[in-house]
């Protein structure tokens, strides 16, 4: 089992699952952050911590948005591990808010 970060996080990056993520196990694209799901241990701490609700454990998600587990350990692959006390991107509070931004995705 591993937590999975979904779309409310595209365009945001808020950070705080990287400060409370014992594992280390986010890594860090252009607009969006996965976890890696061989390195997470479901602790679910960014669970608690997204201001966002993006995160969630793999065993949650429903059925439309279970095609993240696959795209979090895509990316995960090739993306660098995140580093703990980036700023979140510039438009961060604008987009919070907005659901179904799988389609803004830049990989």
């Not at 969006?32 to 679910?44: G, S």
């Amino acid at each position: 089992m591993t937590c999975v970060v979904t779309d409310p996080c595209i365009n945001c990056q808020y950070g705080e699952c990287l400060d409370v993520c014992p594992a280390d196990a986010f890594h860090r694209g252009p607009n969006f952050m996965v976890i890696n799901p061989h390195v997470c241990i479901n602790c679910t701490l960014c669970v608690l911590a997204c201001p966002v609700q993006a995160i969630a454990s793999d065993y949650e998600l429903s059925p439309d948005r279970r095609h993240y587990i696959a795209l979090n350990d895509e990316l995960s692959q090739i993306w660098p591990v995140a580093a703990s006390g980036a700023p979140a991107l510039p438009d961060a509070d604008h987009w919070a808010q907005r659901r179904d931004k799988h389609a803004l995705l830049v990989r």
